[in-house]
């Protein structure tokens, strides 16, 4: 028979590639009553494996993870253990990151400065079927203008175009005809509102879109 105790267990994922961040959120979930933490990544694929198999309470997620990027683990997380929810504690303050975790439906949204406190109270908040995302990242989304979003395929072009990839290459590499690219080059540029491609780059650069880290 179950007790209420097994009953009221959440299990922690801690995923980041950085040793230090991990034991910084281990001492925030020692410190909430009835939460074990059940295993630790240092990468995506890591990330993957352990949501799959042991489908904890809760996956802590780095959006920037080495051999499988946040965006990948969230989907195949949210594909193999549904139940799981999953907050991600993110260096990168860029808002269209940001804002395009909370699209994806993210349960949680930290910047990795929040301070434990605030964390221990979303954390919580979260276990118990709930969401919490920080108070800076809500100033940040709150305080940025409204900008278009891209497409995905509109996101890969882009950086295909800054590692300095022809229309011709490009549509190689994505399996689509020059023509489609150039179709797509030319509806970024219009939502962006940009004339060059020096212009759309620098506002790639700004919204952290051309991260080797980056969520694409």
Known sequence: MTSASETSRRTVVIADDHHLVRNALKEIFNSIDSVEIVGEAENGIEAIT??????PSLLTLDSGMPLAQGMEVFGETKRWAPQT???VVTGFTAVGQLA???AAGVDGLFLKTCPPEEMKEGFSLILH????YSTKVMQLLKSAPDTPELTMRERQILHLVAEGNSNAEIAEQLS???KTVDNHRTRMMKKLNVRSVAQLLAYALKEGLLDKNSQL
């Open 50 to 55: 352990l949501a799959k198999v042991l489908k």
């Open 85 to 87: 929810q999953i907050a």
């Open 100 to 102: 395009e975790w909370v």
């Open 129 to 132: 079927g709930g969401s919490y």
């Open 176 to 178: 689509i005809s020059p």
